[in-house]
């Protein structure tokens, strides 16, 4: 379908070395767009770039530190000089930081607000600037549940910068809509990347309490977000702007004392299976 043909667009995608980052430049690149991968992890990014190319897409790959507003501008020079535009920006990568609140040190909360809000202005500010000038682009932000809600355990930080990146997503979109470019914000619940298996190693009952809020009844898959990217990448969301998306299997829509379905047919079922005793 020609809605969703990103043939001729260049995007920008930071995090493109592994996870819902490395989902999104593939699924652009299937799409027909030519791609810029960002990554600390530049051999990722590369391996990313190598299956992009067999595509016959054209890459350009950058260890660009997305938390430093000035690499981020040379990083958009490099863009410009190999591609010429940027029709979209996947606003991926970014650290945050688990601490309790009473513990939580002020040089670690700058840090994290560095990371994810301030790096994320800037590259929404340098993509958006060439999208402006062109009349027509996209910004697809990453941020959390943790925008909306709140998670605890240790998530202050976090939870505070994606607060953050979410009504920054709005400001955007209110400013620059009328001149042609789109600003969304997708937030998703837990997406499976090596952090996360990591604490669910170290915790055996993390998946399962994390289950116990999504009524799809399984975790996020960094694929989940393909289908979403070309759709906000292309002209088929060319009225969608200012957004704030769920992508969470349903965890946003289920109240808090809610029973997902997944879990309540395992209760019947148990209930079915047990044996009968004497007695009421």
């Given at each position: 379908?020609?809605?969703f043909d990103l043939s001729g667009k260049v995007a920008v995608v930071s995090g493109a070395a592994q996870g819902m980052g490395q989902?999104?430049?593939l699924a652009l690149a299937n799409a027909g767009a030519d791609v810029a991968l960002v990554d600390r992890n530049l051999n990722g990014a590369n391996a990313t770039a190598a299956e992009i190319q067999r595509l016959g897409r054209k890459t350009l790959t950058s260890d660009c530190n997305v938390s430093d507003p000035v690499s981020i501008a040379a990083l958009f020079r490099q863009v410009d000089a190999q591609f010429g535009r940027v029709d979209f920006l996947g606003n991926i990568a970014g650290d945050g930081h688990l601490a309790r609140p009473e513990d939580l040190t002020i040089e670690d909360l700058h840090r994290v607000l560095q990371n994810l809000v301030v790096g994320r202005f800037a590259m929404c500010q340098e993509a958006g600037r060439r999208m402006l000038a062109q009349g027509r682009g996209s910004i697809m932000n990453i941020g959390s549940l943790a925008s909306t809600t709140a998670l605890g355990r240790g998530h202050i930080a976090y939870s505070m910068a994606m607060g953050a990146v979410v009504?920054?997503?709005r400001e955007l979109s209110t400013e620059w809509s009328h001149r042609g470019v789109r600003v969304n914000c997708v937030t998703p619940?837990?997406?499976?990347?090596?952090?996360?298996?990591?604490r669910m190693e170290q915790d055996s009952t993390l998946e399962g309490r994390f289950l116990k809020g999504i009524p799809a009844g399984r975790l996020g898959?960094?694929?989940d977000i393909m289908g979403l990217a070309v759709l906000l990448a292309s002209d088929a969301s060319e009225w969608i702007t200012g957004a704030i998306i769920p992508m969470d299997g349903g965890n946003m829509a289920m109240n808090a004392g809610g029973t997902p379905g997944h879990q309540l047919a395992a209760v019947q079922?148990?209930?079915?299976?047990?044996?009968?005793?004497g007695g009421s």
């Amino acid at each position: 379908m020609n809605l969703f043909d990103l043939s001729g667009k260049v995007a920008v995608v930071s995090g493109a070395a592994q996870g819902m980052g490395q989902a999104t430049a593939l699924a652009l690149a299937n799409a027909g767009a030519d791609v810029a991968l960002v990554d600390r992890n530049l051999n990722g990014a590369n391996a990313t770039a190598a299956e992009i190319q067999r595509l016959g897409r054209k890459t350009l790959t950058s260890d660009c530190n997305v938390s430093d507003p000035v690499s981020i501008a040379a990083l958009f020079r490099q863009v410009d000089a190999q591609f010429g535009r940027v029709d979209f920006l996947g606003n991926i990568a970014g650290d945050g930081h688990l601490a309790r609140p009473e513990d939580l040190t002020i040089e670690d909360l700058h840090r994290v607000l560095q990371n994810l809000v301030v790096g994320r202005f800037a590259m929404c500010q340098e993509a958006g600037r060439r999208m402006l000038a062109q009349g027509r682009g996209s910004i697809m932000n990453i941020g959390s549940l943790a925008s909306t809600t709140a998670l605890g355990r240790g998530h202050i930080a976090y939870s505070m910068a994606m607060g953050a990146v979410v009504q920054m997503t709005r400001e955007l979109s209110t400013e620059w809509s009328h001149r042609g470019v789109r600003v969304n914000c997708v937030t998703p619940a837990q997406v499976i990347n090596p952090s996360l298996t990591a604490r669910m190693e170290q915790d055996s009952t993390l998946e399962g309490r994390f289950l116990k809020g999504i009524p799809a009844g399984r975790l996020g898959k960094p694929s989940d977000i393909m289908g979403l990217a070309v759709l906000l990448a292309s002209d088929a969301s060319e009225w969608i702007t200012g957004a704030i998306i769920p992508m969470d299997g349903g965890n946003m829509a289920m109240n808090a004392g809610g029973t997902p379905g997944h879990q309540l047919a395992a209760v019947q079922s148990f209930r079915a299976e047990a044996p009968k005793t004497g007695g009421s």
